[in-house]
């Protein structure tokens, strides 16, 4: 079983950055995919960005060029760099693991950015 805890969400003006943590309370050494997924009120839950086989790396085109998904195995956590973000952008942000073949969720952090 693995615990993720998301952190690093809050308010910030449009154009601004913030960086997403998730940090895992397992090795995600082995994982299959690591990725962000968010949803904003009154819509599904979409995917922002993942990373497969430790290597390949694909991005919504919502928001390829402003952010970048990146993992750190030695400690275990995956973040989420966001840059010039927009009102579009404000959504609960969400981390996602898969190990073995099994799925894993956070609880999710609010991303909010004031236009």
């Known amino acids: 079983q693995v615990q993720l805890v998301e952190s690093g969400g809050g308010l910030v003006q449009a154009g601004g950055s913030l960086r997403l943590s998730c940090a895992a309370s397992?090795?995600?050494?082995?994982?299959?995919?690591v990725a962000w997924y968010r949803q904003a009120p009154g819509k599904q839950r979409e995917l922002v960005a993942v990373?497969?086989?430790?290597?390949?790396?694909h991005y919504s085109d919502s928001v390829k060029g402003r952010f970048t998904i990146s993992r750190d195995n030695a400690k275990n956590t995956v973040y989420l760099q966001m840059d010039s973000l927009k009102a579009e952008d404000t959504a609960v942000y969400y981390c996602?693991?898969?190990?073995?073949?099994?799925?894993?969720w956070g609880q999710g952090t609010q991303v909010t950015v004031s236009s």
């Open positions: 996602h693991i898969v190990v073995g073949g099994r799925y894993y």
């Open positions: 397992g090795s995600i050494f082995s994982a299959n995919a």
């Open positions: 990373i497969i086989s430790g290597s390949e790396v």
